[in-house]
Nanobody
Framework: QLQLVESGGGLVQPGGSLRLSCAAS????????IGWFRQAPGKEREGISC????????NYADSVKGRFTISRDNARNMVYLQINGLKVEDTAVYSC??????????????????WGQGTQVTVSS
């Protein structure tokens, strides 16, 4: 069974950092582009970052550019999202998603085929 599981969320003060992880099971990640999405209460889901199969291509939403860094370790079947300089408006459920693509392609819009359940990130003082 193909599964994505996120971890690493939590409560953090403004200006703090978190490292989110996305673990894949039931399939090997190296054939898939991975996207990170977030959804805040009352708002639409937002694509915030993605990474191509090899990791050579990354994209970021303007709202997170310069603060978030996506990376992947295909040997470990893991994708990471390093979040620095957290703001209150970053509070949301963060989810990862996977889609089979050409090697150097990833998109913030999707579509994506497989989704994790999400991990809550709360930024508050």
């Amino acid at each position: 069974q193909l599964q994505l599981v996120e971890s690493g969320g939590g409560l953090v003060q403004p200006g703090g950092s978190l490292r989110l992880s996305c673990a894949a099971s039931g399939f090997t990640l190296d054939a898939y582009a991975i996207g990170w999405f977030r959804q805040a209460p009352g708002k639409e889901r937002e694509g915030i970052s993605c990474i191509s199969r090899s990791g050579r291509t990354t994209n970021y939403a303007d709202s997170v550019k310069g603060r978030f860094t996506i990376s992947r370790d295909n040997a470990r079947n893991m994708v990471y999202l390093q979040i620095n300089g957290l703001k209150v408006e970053d509070t949301a459920v963060y989810s990862c998603a996977a889609v089979k693509t050409l090697p150097r392609v990833c998109g913030l819009e999707g579509p994506y085929d497989y989704w994790g359940q999400g991990t809550q990130v709360t930024v508050s003082s």
